[in-house]
Nanobody
Framework: QVQLVESGGGLVQAGESLRLSCAASGRIFAIDAMGWYRQAPGKQREMVAQITSSGNTIYADSVKGRFTISRDNAKRTSYLQMDSLRPEDTAVYYC?????????????????WGQGTQVTVSS
């Protein structure tokens, strides 16, 4: 089993910042991709940012220049620094990690999702 625990959500005013963290534990090894998604009420879940083990990143157009994803491979943790927050960033944010369920040649791909953390931005 893979466990992902998010922290750092909350209520802020427009223009302020928040930093989300996501720690992976359990049966996941050689984590390659880590990412953040969000889901606003009445909308589909959307990708916010992703980062590979080598540090390559991709962002949704709506957050480019405002959000920064990073990771600490030793701690198996990803971070999402969110600056210049807007009311439209209000959503439940979920982290995800993809890797392998073991270190042998028989290892299989595995993926985990966090429980979600609420981010609310007031105008």
């Amino acid at each position: 089993q893979v466990q992902l625990v998010e922290s750092g959500g909350g209520l802020v005013q427009a223009g302020e910042s928040l930093r989300l963290s996501c720690a992976a534990s359990g049966r996941i090894f050689a984590i390659d991709a880590m990412g953040w998604y969000r889901q606003a009420p009445g909308k589909q879940r959307e990708m916010v940012a992703q980062i590979t083990s080598s540090g390559n990143t991709i962002y949704a157009d709506s957050v480019k220049g405002r959000f920064t994803i990073s990771r600490d491979n030793a701690k198996r943790t990803s971070y999402l620094q969110m600056d210049s927050l807007r009311p439209e960033d209000t959503a439940v944010y979920y982290c995800t990690a993809r890797g392998w369920d073991g270190i042998s040649v028989e290892a299989k791909r595995t993926e985990g999702w966090g429980q979600g953390t609420q981010v609310t931005v007031s105008s």
